[in-house]
């Protein structure tokens, strides 16, 4: 299940990318906050909300989400499902908090740095989640910095 941030001019909520089945359809996805709301239980406004639902003690909710996302026609029969090109994608993580990276974590990355040793322990950096943007959102390099953005 390919879990995603997306937004139809609703506010962003979290949902799964839908299974097409083999049908030559635009993509769709699988309002989850939508459906668990049919489950008795509040909207799930962002992932983080989400996943502890679908983890502890979720096994209907799973068990929905499972079956929205494989047949996108019972998602759309029960008002899951919010086809393309209706909504966009978002970045999957939220605006708080930290996001901790590992860097030069793959020979090809270290190729390009041909300067740099390989190193003997894993190079940790962090990225401010201000800086995470959704499909189709455009890159804003730092003028002061422009050819130092991987």
Same mark, same amino acid.
């Given at each position: 299940?390919?879990? /995603? ?14 299974? $097409?089945?083999?049908? %030559? ?25 989400? #996943?502890?639902?679908? /983890? %502890? ?18 998602? $759309?029969?029960?008002?899951? #499902? ?32 041909? %300067?740099?040793?390989?190193?003997? $322990?894993? #190079? ?25 953005? %991987?």
């Amino acid at each position: 299940m390919k879990l /995603v941030m997306f937004d139809d001019g609703g506010g962003w909520r979290p949902g799964a990318v839908a299974v $097409s089945g083999g049908r %030559d359809e635009a993509p769709a996805v699988v309002d989850l906050s939508a459906l668990s709301m049919s489950l008795g239980g509040s909207p799930a406004r962002t992932l983080s909300e989400l #996943l502890p639902r679908l /983890v %502890d003690g979720g096994d209907d909710l799973r068990a929905w989400a499972t079956e929205a996302v494989a047949d996108a026609d019972a998602a $759309s029969n029960r008002g899951w #499902l919010v086809e393309s090109p209706g909504w966009r994608l978002g970045p999957p993580v939220g605006r708080n908090g930290s996001i901790i990276c590992a860097g030069a974590n793959y020979a090809a990355h270290l190729a390009e740095m041909s %300067d740099l040793a390989t190193p003997s $322990s894993t #190079l940790w950096f962090t990225k401010s989640p201000m800086s995470v943007i959704g499909t189709g959102e455009p890159i804003v390099l730092p003028p002061a910095v422009p050819d130092m953005v %991987d």
